[in-house]
């Protein structure tokens, strides 16, 4: 029998992505719920009971809820909503992380998926603590900007309805957003990041950059040690792409949609031997949302890792 999926919040921007990505698949039987009882606890905990795995696409104190309807502790729960990624008792969505996460990923049934901002941050900062370059305890920047979609249908329609005429804007200014405990915690830095985070007016994609003064850090690496240290923690990996050091050098600017509509980031290391930015560029609303979901269901349901998914 073929693993049955539904998704908890499909009418949302992440899960009518998703969605979108399991339709046409023969591998899986994706459930869906009358419209009309969408928001019925009683039908959903019905559907939830025939699953053996949830996605949930919902605000984070409405997934909460949605996991105290899930009966069986053997259905897999996949959580794109903020709420879990800090979580005791949750595995954190990112396979490539860490050498063991697929597997810590595949013998859970609780998963959280990782935010837009923090997969491209914890892509470029977790390897260099790993490998010694960046003291855990450093004071790291992180500057992004993503496409109005991540900010979901409210954003959506001021955008394209041209509610506000903003072409570029900066949010979060009190120093507080979501995203930056779970930056912290599995980027395995001792202090969480000084985040800074922007939207700009269009619909997909984004850039994640990290600043380092390499003269100032204590083993004083070159560019190209950073570089060989993301190098050496991706080798092998379909969906991240540490692009050469000369490959990089050779542009003179870099836009934010360039990975738009699949499941890839980039990481680049441009700058000097003084000075690096380190960019990860992805879609917000693929690797950074619901190609993240759609890999980790793979991974879970012990199915093609890549099905689905454009690399």
């Known amino acids: 029998m073929k693993p049955r999926v539904f998704i908890d919040g499909e009418a949302g921007t992440t899960g009518l992505q998703i969605a ?9 039987d994706l459930l869906s719920i009358d419209e009309a009882k969408r928001k019925d606890a009683d039908a959903r905990a019905a559907i939830m009971k025939k699953a053996d795995a949830v996605i949930l696409c919902l605000p984070d104190d409405a997934a909460r809820l949605a996991v105290s309807l899930v ?7 996949i959580d794109a909503s903020t709420a879990h990624r800090t979580s005791p008792g949750w595995v954190y969505g990112f396979p490539e992380m860490d050498r063991g996460q697929r597997a810590a990923i595949a013998a859970s049934a609780r998963i959280s998926n990782p935010g837009c901002y923090p997969t491209g941050f914890i892509a470029l900062v977790r390897p260099l603590i790993v490998s010694g370059l960046l003291p855990p305890d450093w004071l790291v920047t992180v500057n992004a900007v993503s496409g109005y ?13 041209r509610e506000t005429q903003d072409s570029f ?12 405990p779970e930056m912290k915690k599995h980027a395995a830095l001792a202090h969480a990041p000084m985040f800074l985070p922007s939207v700009g007016r269009f619909a997909q994609g984004m850039i994640i950059e990290v600043p ?18 993301l190098k050496a923690a991706y080798q092998g990996e379909t969906f991240i792409k540490v692009i050469g050091l000369a490959e ?4 003179k600017t870099l836009g934010a949609e360039g990975c738009n509509d699949t499941n890839r980031i ?7 031997d ?5 960019v990860a560029r992805l879609d917000n609303l693929g690797k950074g949302a619901s190609g993240a979901a759609v890999q980790n269901l793979n991974i879970a349901l012990g199915l093609e890792e890549s099905a689905g998914l454009a690399g």
Do not use: C
């Open 20 to 28: 979108s990505r399991l339709m046409a698949r023969s591998d899986i």
């Open 71 to 77: 009966e069986n502790p053997n259905t897999v729960i």
């Open 149 to 161: 979609s991540g900010g979901g249908k409210p954003m959506i329609a001021e955008f394209e309805t």
């Open 169 to 180: 804007r900066i949010y979060a200014l009190g120093q507080t957003h979501k995203h930056t």
């Open 212 to 229: 380092l003064m390499l003269w100032a850090l204590p083993k004083k690496p070159k560019r190209a040690a950073v570089h060989a240290a």
């Open 248 to 251: 990089g050098d050779a542009l």
């Open 266 to 272: 980039e990481l680049y290391v441009f700058g000097n």
């Open 274 to 278: 003084d000075q690096a930015r380190l």
